[in-house]
């Protein structure tokens, strides 16, 4: 039996959960889903990709439940069994001392939404809980240089929010979140093929076509797949051919959010600090960056180089792990202000 757990960073996401173990590294990157059964005891019959798997044909009195939403805990106690689930997981139950946590949260909440955050961590066994702001972990976890004396711009396009943050002498000079990621581009496309051919399709199949098709920018040679859903008005199977124009069009409006998010950061960025991001570039991460043609759209619409993170998906988690590895050595210099305690 182990007397003090490792230290462990969770990046709790609306889509995906990562977690990093002191020591260890990302030891856990699963969807943040819990399956439960819809009466009044909620038993929990699934977590992570156990509940993926059963999402969209879940049988009566089986429901699948997302924690979080738009970055946001929506289901306390769920968020709780999650953050449980996970921590076990990465580190098991023989321990004598609990572990302490750190978290990722978008910029943009609420006290009383961080509040939930850090009360779900503390109830699912954490010793001491910090709270560390989701775009400066990415900064750390991208190999930005967050603690000289020069601004970097970082965009985090997550399932449920895009967070737009310049970081100057290891804290967040501006920021900005808007409540659009890739669930937001998932409805549109959802949304596009009822509208467009009277059929529904569930959300594990808005986000493969997503995969498949999706771009910010029009693709030269268009591609073409087969769906199938439910006709909306005989009710019965039905399969349609779509392509990635069409796809395009209809995750316009989400990338048009995310590129506006960007420019109200950049207006509002002190003139010497926009220098350093004209000369250094914009960083963007997180599972949304991946859509092709994502930073050359940003960067046709500004005029300033965009580059994609190496392993986008994991730069949060990544960040929150180097914090912990150098956690004694950040306190020494007295470089821990970016932490939020509780």
Not at 64 to 77: L, S
Not at 186 to 202: M, Y
Not at 276 to 291: F, K, P, Q, R
Request: neutral net charge; charged residues 20%.
């Amino acid at each position: 039996m182990a007397f003090v757990a490792h230290d462990l960073g969770i990046d709790l996401g609306t889509s995906n959960t990562l977690v990093y173990v002191k020591g260890k590294g990302i030891v856990v990157s699963e969807p943040t889903i819990v399956v439960v059964e819809s009466s009044n005891e909620r038993k929990v019959r699934a977590v992570g990709d156990d509940a993926k798997i059963m999402l969209g044909r879940t049988t009566e009195g089986i429901m699948a439940v997302r924690p979080m939403r738009e970055g946001v805990i929506t289901d306390f106690d769920m968020a709780q069994i999650l953050i449980q689930y996970f921590t076990r997981k990465a580190i098991g139950s023989s321990y004598l001392v609990k572990p302490r946590l750190f978290l990722t949260y978008p910029c943009s909440i609420s006290g009383i939404e961080r509040r939930a955050v850090s009360e779900a961590a503390k109830t699912s066994g954490g010793r001491k809980v910090f709270l560390v702001e989701k775009p400066f972990a990415a900064a750390l976890g991208s190999g930005l240089p967050v603690f000289d004396p020069s601004g970097c711009m970082i965009v985090d396009i997550g399932g449920g929010t895009t967070d737009v943050s310049v970081i100057s002498l290891g804290g967040v000079v501006i920021s900005h979140s808007i409540r659009v990621g890739g669930v937001k581009m998932d409805e549109a496309i959802i949304n596009f093929i009822k509208r467009e051919f009277n059929i529904l399709i569930g959300d594990r199949t808005a986000e493969e076509v997503k995969l498949d098709l999706g771009a910010a920018l029009p693709i030269r040679e268009e591609r073409r797949a087969r769906i199938r859903g439910r006709d909306m008005v005989t009710n019965l199977p039905q399969t349609t051919e779509i392509t990635s124009t069409q796809i395009y069009h209809a995750i316009h409006e989400p990338c048009a959010a995310i590129l506006s998010a960007i420019k109200w950061v950049l207006e509002r960025t002190p003139p010497e600090l926009s220098a350093d991001v004209m000369h250094n570039g914009i960083y963007i991460t997180g599972g949304g960056s991946l859509l092709y043609g994502m930073d050359q759209m940003i960067a046709s619409e500004l005029g300033i180089p965009v580059l994609l993170a190496k392993e986008p998906m994991d730069c949060a988690a990544l960040g929150l792990g180097n914090i912990i590895e150098n956690f004694d050595l950040l306190q020494h210099l007295g470089r821990t202000s970016f932490l939020k305690q509780s």
